[in-house]
């Protein structure tokens, strides 16, 4: 009887010493990182990181992020007389347009943004943006004529969105769409939602600035991303550090993308309500859960000042931001910015 229990016993630990190796093998079981060379797409310099069980699952979910990220080019530039964004803007002044899925969700998302920051954020400012390009080119600024006209084309409440059959109208003759301020981080959450799909366990998406990770690295860490200062030259750029996991970072500048008349530049992020050009801020960068959420909310924040921008970033949940004034070198933090940043 006692020789049983004992082989009992002896049997049972056998058994949890093999299923804790098994398990810790599992656990241990290598991760392979794979990184993109830089491409060129949405005006911009894209890279992608992914981390996977094997080389093949990084590879294919590399190629699933970037498919996601040319599709939202091909739908959304409205400088591709071919894209879907393109016909809305040519079309739908006359009749409803009906257009796919992702671009009717980025519209929705894109008047909930213009709604919570007061309509700081605004994608109706084509108009606008056009006008200061055309000024540009020729040198001379804008009269006060030329903005009153264009004034009466701008602002959400003229874009009008039917979720029934995702078509999209305007009220008004001259409308023009711009997704310039939140199609990037849009594109990042879509690429990282493939990736996911395809087997990557960690990955990061940056798209010029806009950057989104989930998952962790290869070491099962963290992801570390730099912050550029868009106004300091090349070698100078990075202006913090953070450390993060399933969320997203959205830096909008003044100075990398400007429009010159005169000796003066021009921001081209532009504030709605005054028509002018932003140039309080140098740079503002946004923390948030979605790419989507940090795009939108940075150029918001560039529109809407230090203290008006930084209030929005208190009461929105899950956003921090990190904020640099045009005459000062300082960063100015929202109240939970600090938990994210590298000293
Ligand atoms: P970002 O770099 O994300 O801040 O986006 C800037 C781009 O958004 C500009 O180049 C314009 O295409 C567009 N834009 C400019 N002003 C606004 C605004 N007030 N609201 C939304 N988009 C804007
Ligand atoms: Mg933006």
Redesign the pocket.
């Known amino acids: 009887m006692k020789n049983r229990k004992f082989i009992f016993a002896l049997t049972a630990l056998i058994i949890i010493f093999i299923s804790y190796l098994l398990v810790n093998r599992l656990n241990d079981k290598r991760l392979v990182v794979v990184e993109s060379p830089n491409k060129i797409v949405m005006n911009t310099i894209a890279r992608v990181v992914a981390v996977a069980p094997d080389e093949k699952i990084a590879r294919l979910s590399i190629d699933a992020a970037f498919e996601k990220i040319y599709r939202v080019e091909k739908l959304m530039n409205r400088y591709d007389p071919n894209s879907q964004l393109s016909q809305v803007n040519k079309l739908a002044a006359k009749e409803p347009v009906r257009v796919d899925k992702e671009l009717f969700d980025i519209l929705q998302q894109s008047v909930y943004y213009s709604k919570l920051s007061d309509g700081a954020f605004d994608i109706t400012v084509g108009p606008l943006v056009d006008l200061w390009r055309k000024c540009a080119e020729a040198n001379s600024m804008p009269t006060d004529e030329q903005l009153a006209e264009v004034k009466k084309i701008i602002g959400c409440d003229k874009l009008l969105l039917d979720a029934n059959d995702f078509s999209v109208k305007f009220a008004a003759k001259g409308m023009k769409l711009d997704l310039g301020?939140?199609a990037?981080?849009f594109a990042v959450d879509l690429a990282a939602g493939e990736m996911k799909k395809a087997g990557a366990v960690g990955g990061l998406i940056d798209l010029g600035g806009q950057i989104g990770c989930f998952g962790t690295t290869e070491k099962k860490g963290k992801w570390i991303v730099g912050v550029r200062n868009p106004a300091k030259s090349e070698d100078n750029k990075i202006i913090a550090r953070l450390t993060l996991s399933d969320a997203a970072v959205?830096t909008?500048g003044n100075y990398e993308r400007f429009y010159k008349i005169g000796d003066n530049r021009f921001s081209h992020i532009f504030n709605p309500a005054t028509e002018k050009s932003t140039d309080q801020l140098s740079s503002v960068t946004i923390i948030a859960l979605n790419g989507t959420e940090a795009?939108?909310l940075?150029?918001a924040v560039s529109v809407m000042g230090a203290e008006k921008g930084l209030e929005l970033i208190e009461k929105t949940e899950n956003t921090e931001a990190v904020i640099i004034k045009a005459d000062s070198q300082d960063l100015i933090k929202s109240s939970g910015a600090q938990q994210y940043l590298i000293e």
């Open positions: 301020g939140i990037k981080g959205s909008s795009d939108a940075s150029t």
